[in-house]
């Protein structure tokens, strides 16, 4: 077995939605802190994968291109390719029996950690339960790093997921949403009117009620922001409202990371629970968020707070 100092190789795996990658960002810190000269690999689905490159907790991206997710043998080749590196440690957050191929291809590695999974995880060296009543970061530190504390390593775990842009970064988005019109001398809302899962949106009327409220009473400057798949929606919403000038459905943030700048300069986050509302906690941007009868607050809501809150039936 290795030790807590060795350069250890470290595999992370969850591809999933980008709500879900965000929230493992405390379990790669957590490796990082207890392993300090290991190399964090993350692998990613290729959509969400601009997010994390350069991230001071993880060392390499590994990304899941879209032919390599529909084509079984490409994705065998990939994960073949991907496990060639031997790893120490693999931690399949996902746990699914696509994910769980990573293990069955580096039988070798020590340590092979997955969640417990009735008739499945075959090829973990550790199945771990689920423990009840917790957010989703504490459930993945507690479940899946426990048998590294109970293996005798000085487990260090943190709860951080802070995103950065740099300076410039974020001083070109500023830039930008002056020439669109904004005015940063009232409040800036980015607002989350819309979503691509169908069941996160909250009704768009009664949304509309909402944003008419902030302009009315704090004269805020709300901004719709969007996907590229998203604009035809979006500005149609916004001509319903009567192109109503304290409304922005001009300004794109045409990747995901692009969402971090773009949220750094503004005041407030409110809308339909998702991914962007993890990035707005990620960048310390207070936040309000609606979430859908589907998703439990108290486990998608982590440290919720006045400047963290949420909405649930």
Known sequence: MFSQNDKLNILVIRFKRIGDAILTLPLCNSLKLTFPNACIDYVLYEEMAHLFYGHPYIDNVITIKEDERKNLIKYLKKVYSVTRKKYDIIIDVMSTPKSELFCLFSLSSPIRI???????????????????????????????????????????????????????????????????????????????????????????????????????????????????????????????????????????????????????????????????????????????????????????LPFPSEKNMGLSP
């Open 114 to 300: 997955g969640r417990y999974k009735k008739n499945r995880g075959f090829t973990y060296t550790h199945k771990t339960k689920e423990p009840e009543s917790l957010n989703k970061i504490d459930k993945f530190l507690k479940q899946l790093l426990s048998p590294l504390s109970e293996a005798g390593f000085n487990l260090k775990t943190s709860y951080d997921f802070k995103f950065y842009s740099t300076e410039k970064e974020k001083q070109n988005y500023r830039e930008l949403m002056t020439k669109s019109g904004v005015d940063f001398s009232k409040p800036v809302v980015a607002f989350s009117i819309y979503s691509r899962v169908q069941h996160k949106i909250y009704p768009i009327e009664k949304m509309k009620e909402v944003v008419n409220y902030l302009i009315k009473k704090y004269d805020a400057q709300v901004i719709f922001f969007f996907s590229p798949d998203q604009k035809e929606a979006i500005q149609s919403i916004h001509k319903e409202m009567g192109n109503n000038k304290n409304i922005f459905s001009n300004i794109e943030t045409p990747t995901i990371k692009d969402l971090v700048p773009f949220l750094e300069n503004c005041d407030y986050y409110i809308g339909n629970e998702g991914g962007a509302r993890h990035l707005a906690q990620g960048v310390n941007l207070p936040s309000l968020a609606i979430f859908n009868p589907y998703s439990e607050l108290k486990e998608w």
